[in-house]
C-alpha cells in the first residue's frame, strides 16, 4: 500500500526527529493499536524502546500468554511482563461509577509505567497508541455540545510530576488505517483483524462492582462466545463482540432445582470507526447455541440476553 508505505517512513522520521538518542517505554496492551505503535517506534529508535505488558487481572482468557507470546517470538523488543492484577482489583473494590473505574485504571496503569521506568534508570517518553476517534471522543460528542461521554484511558496527557512526554504516532489515523499500517509493519493477519478491546478491559464489562468471581465467570462466558464466533466463521464479519456480566442475579430451573445467577448479555457490532455502531443480526440458532453453552458450562450463569442497541444511541462498551 503506497500511502501506508509513505505514512511509515514519515512516522518514522516524526519520531527519530522528536525521541532523539532518549528512552521510550511503551505499554502493550495486546491490542491492535499498542502493537502498531510499539512495532513501529521500535522500527525507529531501535533498543531505546522499552515494551510494558501489564496483567491487570481485567484481560481476556489467555490474553497474556498470547500478548506476550507474539512479541517474544516474532519481534525482537525488550518487553517488561508486569503482574499488576492485585493492585488493580483491590483499587477497585467496591467502586461502581464508570468515570471512577476508568479513572483508577488510567491512574494505576500510569503509576506501573512510572515504576518501571525507574527500573531502566528512567524514560523521558511514554508512548500510546492514541488513535483519531479516542481523541475526538474524548474531547465532545460530535456536533453537540462539549460534554464528556467517556474517559478513554489513554487519553488527556500525563500527571505533571511525571516528566514524560507523550509519543502518539497514530493520533491522526482511523482503525482501518492502523490495520493497514500493521500489516505493512508485518504484523500477523491475525494479530491484525483481532477485535479492538479498550484499555479499562473487562471492568468496564461488568457494570457496577467487580470482583475476581465475577471477572471469571465473565472470561469464561466471553471464550465460549468468541469461540463459537470463531466457529461459525463470523468473526472478521464482525468489528467488536464480548459478554457484559450484569449486576442482577434471576431465577431459573435447571434439573430439579431452582438456580439464582447472574445474567449475561451479549454484544456484537458492525462499525467502520467505532464512532457509530449497528448491532449484528445473528440469526437465531447462533444466539441460541451460544446462550446454551455459556448456560451449560459456565458456574454463575443462569441467563443469557442480546443487546439489539446501535451507536448512537448506545455506546459499544456498557460503561
Ligand atoms: P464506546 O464504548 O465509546 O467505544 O462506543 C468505542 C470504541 O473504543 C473502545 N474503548 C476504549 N479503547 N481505551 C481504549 O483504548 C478506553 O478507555 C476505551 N473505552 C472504549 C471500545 O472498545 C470501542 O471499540
Redesign the pocket.
Known amino acids: 500500500d503506497w500511502s501506508m508505505a509513505q505514512f511509515r517512513q514519515q512516522a518514522i522520521d516524526k519520531i527519530r526527529a522528536q525521541v532523539g538518542d532518549r528512552k521510550v517505554i511503551c505499554g502493550l496492551s495486546g491490542?491492535v493499536?499498542s502493537s502498531v505503535t510499539a512495532v513501529l517506534i521500535h522500527e525507529a529508535i531501535g533498543d531505546q524502546l522499552t515494551c510494558i505488558y501489564v496483567d491487570s487481572g481485567l484481560m481476556r482468557q489467555n490474553e497474556s500468554e498470547q500478548v506476550v507470546g507474539l512479541f517474544r517470538e516474532h519481534f525482537n523488543i525488550k518487553l517488561v511482563h508486569v503482574d499488576a492484577s492485585e493492585i488493580f482489583i483491590s483499587a477497585l473494590e467496591g467502586q461502581t461509577d464508570p468515570e471512577r473505574k476508568?479513572k483508577i485504571i488510567g491512574g494505576l496503569f500510569i503509576d506501573v509505567f512510572e515504576d518501571e521506568a525507574n527500573q531502566i534508570g528512567g524514560a523521558d517518553f511514554l508512548a500510546q497508541g492514541t488513535l483519531y476517534p479516542?481523541v475526538i471522543?474524548s474531547v465532545s460528542f460530535t456536533g453537540g455540545p462539549s460534554v464528556t461521554?467517556?474517559s478513554?484511558?489513554?487519553v488527556g496527557g500525563l500527571p505533571e510530576r511525571m516528566n514524560m512526554e507523550l509519543v502518539e504516532p497514530l493520533r491522526e489515523l482511523f482503525k482501518d488505517e492502523v490495520r493497514a499500517l500493521g500489516r505493512e509493519l508485518g504484523l500477523p493477519d491475525s494479530f491484525v483483524g483481532r477485535h479492538?478491546?479498550?484499555?479499562?478491559g473487562l471492568a468496564?464489562r461488568c457494570p457496577g462492582g467487580i470482583s475476581r468471581e465475577k471477572l471469571d465467570i465473565l472470561r469464561q462466558a466471553d471464550a465460549i462466545y468468541l469461540d463459537e464466533i470463531r466457529k461459525a466463521g463470523l468473526y472478521d464479519a464482525i468489528w467488536?463482540a464480548f459478554a457484559v456480566l450484569l449486576p442482577v442475579q434471576t431465577v431459573g430451573v435447571m434439573g430439579d432445582g431452582r438456580t439464582y445467577e447472574f445474567v449475561c448479555a451479549l454484544r456484537a457490532v458492525t462499525s467502520v470507526d467505532?464512532m457509530t455502531?449497528d448491532f449484528y443480526h445473528f440469526d437465531m440458532d447462533f444466539l441460541s447455541k451460544a446462550a446454551t453453552r455459556i448456560i451449560n458450562e459456565v458456574k454463575g450463569i443462569n441467563r443469557v440476553v442480546y443487546d439489539v442497541t446501535s451507536?448512537p444511541p448506545g455506546?459499544?462498551?456498557w460503561e
Do not use: L, S, W
Open positions: 491490542g493499536d476508568r479516542d471522543e461521554i467517556k478513554h484511558h489513554n479492538p478491546f479498550p484499555g479499562p468496564i467488536q467505532g455502531a451507536k455506546t459499544i462498551e
